[in-house]
């Protein structure tokens, strides 16, 4: 629980107060009894030396022997006298014998209060007693003025304090000495008691002025301080309850409280000026973020965030685009020519943002058209080159990369415009297609292209990027990289989607959910797949399998070997599986034949075999199994999507 400002200065305030208090009375008493004993001291020593001048006139021995006498009477009126006035316990002349250690008494008198105990005994005129001298005395008898003070204590008397003067007659020899005692204790009492009286005259005092003092505090310090925090706790709670109501404080105190209350009324000003443009601001961004939103639809509705497309049953496109920003700079398209052929591209503008998204709609319109009206490749890059800077006041640019596939005659053309090269997968051989780009769209007018042609059979791929891709940065500031790109590509799957797949899984494991993504990243893949034979799991259909393998560019023999292989595996697959049709695609790349089975039958790797097979075991297949491995150079199996696929594949 958090304690008042009040209660803590009243407890600071009284905890110095006590503090002071405490010091004083110490200090008081210390300096009291300082000066007190040295005034005693001082009294004691001018009692004992007026006694000693006195004494010094009158014969001791004759005194000592005639206590009756007048002046013996007169001489302790004369101590009395003394005694009383110098507020001593004793004053008193004897004789000492330093030698025996005995003293002889002459005259003694003793302050009221010690005659009412009887305490006079020792001082009886011509008493011998024994004595154990102190240093005062004989510092005293010895005639020193230094040292002749001594303090005595025991049960009867005491804590006394005594001091001693030398008596001496006419020729200075010495008779005698004069002794005067003093009460420590009583002096001690005197002390406290007068300490006392002072210190409560004190502390009324000063409980007075603290009193005062806290008073003050309360109505000037306290209350204004107060007033202004609750005025500041009111504001914020109207604040959230959305009441802007708010009257300026005034103290009227003319002080730095009120210069304080004045600059908390400058900042609700301020504050409630700040609100009013954040409110604006607010509601200006929520409309800007709608309107972004909106234009992210319109953006992947005019492009597509991913796209899986299929033109007859021989080339696949698959394609992927996530923007940096919620509308971006990057794009891509395929479509069918008139032709037959397919065309596709993918582009990076210059620029992110709204205005890379409405220059990227213009260009992808204009390519898309160019290229459906003008055959030559080529030239049709020209033309939107052309076009585009006569319509670009921004200055921006575009790089991109056209590529159309020509069905018929298995050949790829493509225009590079500043572009980064793709991938191209022929076979089991993965790379970068190189290719020397041209300059980027948008730049010069008078800009040239080049068409290149490449051969595009079946099984090849291209894959095609933005730069968003390779640049890719984690971290630990490290980029993707080309090198990355390309080890994807060749362990992954070599089909459109999961090359497309494979590259965005390895960029999100790259990045991971900490970096920041600084670029559009866009990718398109083009796959030239085997054309498929549907066919029913009859035995019949090895005619049709048959067919086409003696179509290939080989030699007879090799011919049919593959076509024993065939039928072993269809054979298995129309007597075991209890698939209802099988797909069958063979073609010839490069020095390889590759041949697949696709079926929909029960899940069955044939490459697992038994550590030990029985000889009958081999009725079901099995046989024909290890002819078949014998045969392939290399053979795959893998089941996705509930489909068994076999490669086979056949050294030329």
Not at 42 to 69: C, F, H, M, W
Not at 94 to 122: C, T, W
Not at 395 to 404: P, S
Not at 585 to 606: H, L, M, S, Y
């Amino acid at each position: 629980m958090k304690k008042s400002l009040l209660n803590k200065m009243i407890i600071y305030s009284l905890s110095i107060f006590l503090g002071a208090i405490l010091l004083s009375v110490v200090i008081c008493t210390v300096g009291n009894i300082r000066r007190t004993l040295t005034l005693t001291t001082n009294i004691t020593k001018s009692a004992t030396r007026i006694v000693s001048q006195i004494a010094g006139k009158y014969d001791l021995e004759q005194l000592s022997q005639d206590p009756d006498s007048e002046e013996y009477r007169e001489f302790k009126e004369t101590l009395q006298s003394i005694c009383n006035y110098d507020g001593g316990e004793y004053v008193y002349v004897y004789i000492p014998d330093m030698d025996n250690n005995k003293v002889k008494y002459v005259i003694g008198v003793a302050s009221d209060e010690r005659k009412k105990n009887g305490e006079l005994e020792k001082f009886q005129a011509g008493a011998v007693m024994e004595h154990d001298f102190l240093s005062g005395e004989i510092n005293a008898w010895n005639g020193k003025t230094e040292g002749i003070s001594s303090v005595r204590s025991n049960e009867r008397y005491g804590k006394q304090m005594c001091t001693y003067a030398l008596i001496t007659d006419q020729n200075k020899n010495r008779i005698a000495l004069a002794g005067a005692d003093y009460s420590i204790d009583k002096i001690y009492e005197e002390i406290i008691s007068d300490t006392i009286v002072k210190m409560l005259k004190v502390i009324i005092v000063l409980l007075i002025i603290f009193t005062a003092a806290v008073f003050f505090v309360k109505k000037k310090i306290y209350e204004p301080i107060t007033y202004l925090f609750t005025n500041m706790k009111d504001y914020v709670s109207n604040k959230i309850g959305d009441n802007r109501k708010f009257e300026p404080l005034k103290l009227n105190t003319n002080d730095e409280i009120q210069q304080l209350a004045d600059y908390f009324n400058e900042m609700v000003v301020d504050i409630d000026n700040y609100a009013e443009k954040v409110k604006n601001l607010a509601s200006q961004q929520a409309k800007a973020d709608t309107e972004l939103e909106v234009a992210r639809r319109i953006q992947y509705g005019i492009v597509g965030a991913k796209k899986e497309l299929s033109f007859s049953d021989c080339i696949m496109v698959s394609a992927r685009m996530k923007s940096a920003r919620q509308v971006g700079g990057d794009f891509y398209d395929s479509f069918l020519l008139e032709n037959g052929n397919v065309c596709a591209f993918i582009g990076d503008v210059s620029d992110k943002g709204i205005a890379a998204a409405l220059f990227m709609v213009f260009v992808k319109t204009l390519l898309r058209e160019k290229l459906m009206d003008i055959p030559d490749l080529a030239q049709a890059v020209c033309e939107v080159n052309t076009e585009l800077c006569n319509s670009n006041p921004e200055g921006m640019f575009v790089t991109a990369f056209v590529v159309v596939v020509e069905q018929n005659s298995g050949k790829l053309q493509y225009v590079n415009a500043g572009h980064n090269k793709p991938v191209i997968i022929h076979g089991s051989k993965t790379e970068f297609l190189e290719c020397s780009p041209c300059m980027a769209l948008g730049v010069f007018d008078d800009s040239e292209y080049e068409q290149h042609e490449e051969d595009f059979t079946s099984g090849d791929l291209i894959y095609l990027y933005t730069d968003g891709v390779t640049d890719a940065i984690n971290c630990e500031k490290t980029f993707f990289g080309e090198e990355n790109l390309l080890n994807v590509c060749k362990a992954s799957e070599h089909t459109a989607n999961a090359v497309c797949v494979s590259v965005g899984v390895a960029l999100k494991n790259f990045m991971g959910d900490k970096a920041e993504q600084f670029d559009d990243i866009t990718m398109l893949a083009i796959e030239q797949r085997e054309k498929e034979l549907e066919l029913s799991c009859e035995l019949p259909e090895l005619e049709k399998i048959k067919s086409c393998i003696f179509k290939l560019p080989v030699e007879n023999g090799k011919k049919k070997r593959i076509f024993l292989v065939c039928e072993e595996i269809f054979s298995n697959i129309t007597y075991y599986s209890g698939a209802d049709h099988v797909q069958f695609t063979c073609n010839k790349n490069a020095d390889r034949i590759k041949i697949t089975f696709t079926d929909n039958g029960a899940k069955f790797n044939p490459l697992e075999s038994k550590s030990k097979k029985e000889f009958e075991d081999f009725d079901e297949g099995g046989m024909g199994i290890s002819l078949v491995k014998k045969l392939c150079s290399n053979i795959k199996y893998s089941n996705v999507d509930g489909k068994n696929r076999l490669s086979l594949e056949f050294a030329d």
